[in-house]
């Protein structure tokens, strides 16, 4: 949620500087400094429980035919943020690095 609010606000701020409307500027940027910190903080709690997970509780032992729904919900998880990311027009490194961590720890 918080990524797609990121995103709606770059959205906006996209289309206010094409209308040529600069009062908003100030408004966007502290939504933004608002979000990007929540983000960060929520993504480090998804890669701690991800680091942390025990594969003996989760039953990791079976095995089956279907993906492990811990397996779908990274998945998920993973695409959404690249997919948002991606359509971010920033040239900050936060999202691929953090994304690389996930991977890592998964």
């Not at 949620?1 to 606000?9: E, G, K, P, S, V």
């Not at 608002?34 to 701690?48: A, E, G």
């Not at 359509?87 to 998964?106: F, H, I, V, W």
Request: proline content about 3%; hydrophobic content about 45%; charged content about 25%.
């Amino acid at each position: 949620a918080l990524m797609l609010m990121i995103r709606t606000t770059q959205a906006h701020r996209l289309l206010m500087e094409r209308r040529r409307v600069p009062c908003l500027d100030g408004y966007f940027d502290h939504v933004n400094m608002l979000l990007w910190p929540q983000f960060k903080k929520v993504f480090d709690m998804h890669l701690r429980s991800v680091q942390k997970a025990n594969l003996a509780k989760l039953g990791a032992q079976r095995l089956g035919l279907q993906a492990h729904y811990v397996s779908r919900r990274y998945a998920e998880f993973a695409a959404t943020v690249y997919a948002l990311s991606t359509s971010l027009s920033t040239s900050d490194e936060m999202l691929p690095l953090n994304l690389k961590k996930l991977r890592e720890a998964y």
